[in-house]
C-alpha cells in the first residue's frame, strides 16, 4: 500500500552535535521499510529532554533531529504493517524501538530494555515535517485533542502518567516543577479526586497562578513546605536538591518520584529524612501500554492542554524559552506552512 508522497524532500533540523545549536537541513524522503510508516508531521512537542540531548547530558546519535511528541498523518506504509491506514493520525512517542528479545522485554518491562531505540535521540524525532516510524510503537490519537494540543501529550502526559502510577494511590499529591508535564497531570490527577499541591521556583508568581487556575488546592514555591504532609511527590524539574526537600514534604510512608531522564547530583541529607519508610523511586520511558490507558483516560478527563506554538523555523527560539522557563503549559512546533 503505497501513498502518492512523490520524490519530494523533507525539511528537519538537526543537532550537529552535543553543545550546538538546531540546523535546518534537507534531505530526500525516505522510504518506509517493512513495518514502518512515514508520517507527515503536523506538530511536535518541545520537551526538556531534547535540552539534554543539545546538551549532551544523555547518549544521543549525532547528527539528530530531535523531538519525541510527534503528531502527523500517515503518507505511505512499508510492507507489513498492520492497523493502521492512509491518512489516519497517529502519535510517535519517545520510545520508538525496543528488542522484544531482552529479559526487560520478556518480563513485560518494555521501557527498560536492553537495546532500546529512542525517538529524537537515537533514531531521528519530529523537529521535521516528516519522520519514520515503527508502526508498532505508534498510537492513534483521540479526536478531542488538536494537532498542538496532541503534542505533549506523547511524553509530558505520558512520562507523567507513569510517574502517577509509581507515586501510588495517595490523595495529597505534591509536583515540583510545573512546567508541560505538571499541568497535564495535574488535570488528570484532580480529575481522579485527588488534591495537588504545586511547586515552582521561588517567587514564579505566574506559575503558582497557572497552577490554582487549573485547580490545584495549593501552588508555592520549592522552597516552601506544603500546609499538610503529602502522600506523594513527583519531581520534574531536573534538580537533584529537590529531591531530599520533596522528601521532607512527604508523610511517613510517602514516596518521592523522579520523572526526568536527567538530574543534577542529589546532595546529601539526614538518613532520618528517609527513615519512617519514605522512599525514593525513578520513572524511565514508557511502555505501549502506558501510552494507550494514558491516551484514555486523558480523552476521558476532557484535560485541555496549555500550549505555546511555534513555527519549526523557530525551533531555537522554542527551545530557550523551555531552558529559560518561559513557557506556561508546553511549547509545541507547528509545522504548516514551514515549507
Ligand atoms: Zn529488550
Ligand atoms: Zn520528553
Redesign the pocket.
Known amino acids: 500500500m503505497t501513498g502518492d508522497v512523490g520524490k519530494r524532500g523533507y525539511h528537519a533540523m538537526i543537532f550537529p552535535a552535543p553543545g550546538q545549536k538546531l540546523q535546518p537541513i534537507d534531505r530526500p524522503l525516505p522510504i518506509p521499510s517493512a513495518g514502518e510508516i512515514l508520517i507527515e508531521i503536523a506538530a511536535c512537542g518541545v520537551c526538556r529532554t531534547d535540552l539534554h540531548v543539545q546538551d549532551g547530558d544523555i547518549p544521543a546519535h549525532y547528527p539528530i533531529v530531535p523531538g519525541h511528541e510527534v503528531i502527523g498523518r500517515i503518507r505511505q506504509i512499508g510492507p507489513g504493517v498492520t492497523g493502521f491506514q492512509l491518512d489516519e493520525r497517529v502519535g510517535v512517542p519517545w520510545l520508538g524501538f ?5 529479559d ?2 520478556l518480563r513485560g518491562e ?1 521501557n527498560l ?3 532500546p531505540q529512542f525517538t529524537g535521540c537515537t533514531r531521528d524525532g519530529g523537529y521535521a515535517s516528516h519522520i519514520i516510524a515503527d508502526a508498532r510503537y505508534c498510537f492513534l490519537i483521540p479526536a478531542r485533542f488538536s494537532d498542538a494540543e496532541a503534542a505533549p501529550l506523547l511524553c509530558a502526559g505520558l512520562i507523567g502518567w507513569r510517574a502517577l502510577r509509581i507515586a501510588g494511590e495517595g490523595k495529597r499529591l505534591g509536583l515540583y516543577g510545573f512546567g508541560a508535564a505538571a499541568h497535564l497531570l495535574a488535570q488528570i490527577a484532580l480529575w481522579q479526586g485527588r488534591e495537588v499541591y504545586a511547586f515552582t521556583k521561588p517567587g514564579d508568581q505566574a506559575g503558582q497562578d497557572f497552577a490554582r487556575q487549573l485547580g490545584c488546592q495549593w501552588a508555592g514555591g520549592s522552597d516552601e513546605l506544603p500546609p499538610v504532609a503529602l502522600d506523594a511527590a513527583i519531581i520534574f524539574a531536573a534538580i537533584g536538591p529537590l529531591v531530599p526537600i520533596a522528601l521532607k514534604a512527604v508523610r511517613k510512608g510517602g514516596r518521592v518520584v523522579c520523572a526526568g531522564i536527567h538530574m543534577s547530583d542529589i546532595p546529601g541529607f539526614p538518613y532520618a529524612d528517609l527513615w519512617g519508610e519514605r522512599s525514593i523511586a525513578s520513572v524511565a520511558n514508557l511502555t505501549r501500554q502506558d501510552g494507550i490507558e494514558f491516551l484514555a483516560a486523558a480523552d476521558q478527563a476532557g484535560i485541555h492542554p496549555v500550549v505555546e506554538t511555534f513555527p519549526l523555523a523557530d525551533a531555537n527560539i522554542a527551545l530557550g524559552r523551555v531552558r529559560d522557563g518561559q513557557t506556561h503549559g508546553a511549547a509545541v512546533l507547528i509545522m504548516s506552512g514551514a515549507f
Open positions: 525496543t528488542c522484544g528479545t531482552c526487560y522485554c518494555e530494555c536492553d537495546r
